[in-house]
């Protein structure tokens, strides 16, 4: 197992929103074309080695804003107690109250309840209790696949945005101000000072880049919902020409003047 240095160089396309020409979207090839998949119960170690199975849900998950804590309220409450663990430490406090699954971090953000070191969200490992047969991870992700949706519509926005990060820009040429939104990825180093904390991360090591389809198809409807269909199409398209390029490179031994993810190739090379 081994997790490439941070800081690397990337390669960077930037095209005009189709919906709005004062808006642009930078887009990080190196990442969306790389083979990054999440391995949560298939390899994954957790950020903190104490928490192996706690994935990066052991600290809980900022809100962006009140709608999306007002929409995680009201996609738990089709959650029960046979697929929840913490189903009843987040009852409500009064009755007909909300559901006890917020709080406020020591910067007085909201974000998901911590229960026992972990989101309250998270179904640990070898959990036990009667008429309980969930199974570990996220509940809301478990909830996701038994209503037959994507987890973009059952989990909070950071959850489900994550390892893709978008980011805003405000870019001035001559006297015109554009709008920059940045897709990219959330790195270790995005993190900040926490991030140097984590005994281990996916997107930079190699054990986790190992997806049947590069990061822009695997996480197309992440794509779709962070960027618009019309923009993830040009997106697409520009992803597609690239791939094709260095497949064709590799096909006749020729130099490859792309930059590609270090932790995808290294994985290759296994």
């Not at 998949?37 to 390899?43: D, F, L, R, S």
């Not at 957790?46 to 996609?75: H, L, S, W």
């Not at 996480?219 to 779709?224: A, I």
């Amino acid at each position: 197992m081994s997790e490439v240095k941070p800081g690397f160089a990337r390669d960077w396309v930037e095209f005009f929103d189709p919906n709005d020409p004062k808006e642009i979207f930078k887009c990080d090839l190196t990442w969306l074309t790389s083979y990054w998949t999440c391995i949560y119960g298939n390899g994954c170690q957790g950020v903190f080695k104490n928490q192996p199975y706690g994935g990066c849900c052991t600290e809980g998950a900022m809100y962006t804003d009140k709608d999306d804590e007002a929409r995680t309220d009201e996609i738990a409450k089709h959650l029960t107690a046979d697929m929840w663990q913490f189903y009843a430490q987040a009852r409500p406090k009064k009755r007909d109250g909300k559901l006890n699954i917020s709080e406020k971090d020591e910067d007085g953000e909201r974000k998901t309840r911590n229960v026992e070191d972990g989101c309250i969200f998270l179904n640990r490992k070898d959990h036990k209790a009667p008429g309980y047969g969930g199974s570990f991870g996220c509940v809301l992700h478990h909830l996701a696949i038994k209503e037959k949706l994507h987890f973009v519509d059952t989990k909070p926005d950071v959850c489900w945005q994550l390892p893709l990060r978008r980011s805003f820009e405000t870019r001035e040429v001559g006297e015109r101000e554009y709008s920059v939104t940045v897709i990219g990825e959330y790195e270790r180093l995005t993190w900040g000072d926490g991030g140097e904390d984590f005994d281990w991360y996916c997107t930079s090591n190699t054990e986790a880049h190992v997806g049947k389809e590069p990061v822009y198809i695997s996480n197309r409807y992440e794509l779709q919902k962070l960027m618009g269909e019309a923009a993830y199409a040009e997106l697409a398209r520009r992803c597609d020409l690239r791939m094709t390029g260095i497949r064709d490179a590799q096909s006749r031994s020729l130099p490859l003047f792309v930059i590609q993810h270090p932790a995808t190739l290294a994985a290759q090379k296994k």
